[in-house]
């Protein structure tokens, strides 16, 4: 089992609509969780982070997380074409020194279409 | 906004040939990290520094090797370039500052190795 997965896509929203992004991982004793988004070509960029459980809203992102089912998502709300890019889900467990790590997953290929 | 550099943008090289290639950041990160990505790919994480003289070996093997003397400079190194190392460079770093353990990406290098 991967330690981060996420549905490869694309995802195909048309302008205006709701995208759903989701994504589980596989260690329990992970702390910190992120949204990346990276257009082709160009390096990852940190849109959104969420530590505990519940919802957290930034403009039209919303990033949800739920550590007991393992799970956590990013609602992207009246999606418009600039959106659309490769959205990367992180997972971060720090438990001091080398036992550090900054997982990504595969990423989900949004497309928004006008 | 994010303070992490990486020179060169753009590498062309022949095979055989020693290339280091630099990433600074000015943030006072503890946690530096090397990604690897083709084209359309995932990120494979090479190498981690979780402080000065502190390395480790990433999921992915490489024959790169990295060193962190400076806590603000992660140079990594290519002591006989290949045809197979060609692929783009990312450099990545993180706090935590403040509670937060955001990773921030430099802008990357693509090299090319003829």
């Known amino acids: 089992q991967k330690e981060v997965e996420q549905n490869s896509g694309p995802l195909s929203v048309p302008e205006g609509a709701i995208a759903s992004l989701n994504c589980t991982y596989s260690?329990?004793?992970?702390?910190?969780f992120f949204w990346y988004r990276q257009y082709s070509g160009k390096s990852p960029e940190l849109i959104m982070s969420?530590?505990?459980?519940g919802d957290k809203e930034d403009g039209r992102f919303t990033a949800q997380l739920n550590k007991a089912s393992q799970y956590v998502s990013l609602l992207i709300r009246d999606s418009q074409p600039s959106d659309s890019a490769t959205y990367l889900c992180?997972?971060?467990?720090?438990?001091?020194?080398?036992?550090?790590?900054?997982?990504f997953g595969k990423g989900t290929l949004l497309t928004v279409n006008p | 906004e994010a303070d992490i550099y990486q020179t060169p943008r753009y590498l062309v090289i022949g095979t055989g040939k020693k290339i280091t290639l630099e990433c600074s950041q000015t943030?006072?990160?503890?946690?530096m990290y090397w990604y690897q990505q083709d084209p359309g790919m995932e990120l494979h994480l090479i190498h981690y520094?979780?402080?000065?003289?502190?390395?480790e070996k990433g999921d992915l093997s490489s024959e790169s090797t990295v060193s962190r003397i400076r806590t603000e400079h992660f140079p990594l190194t290519l002591e006989s370039a290949r045809p197979s190392h060609t692929s783009q460079y990312l450099c990545?770093?993180?706090?935590?500052?403040?509670?937060?353990?955001?990773?921030?990406f430099g802008q990357g290098t693509r090299l090319t190795v003829v």
């Open positions: 969420i530590y505990s459980n």
């Open positions: 990545a770093s993180s706090g935590p500052i403040m509670g937060n353990t955001e990773a921030f």
């Open positions: 992180a997972v971060n467990k720090d438990s001091g020194g080398s036992n550090y790590k900054l997982t």
């Open positions: 260690d329990r004793g992970s702390q910190s």
């Open positions: 943030m006072g990160h503890d946690k």
């Open positions: 520094s979780y402080g000065v003289n502190s390395t």
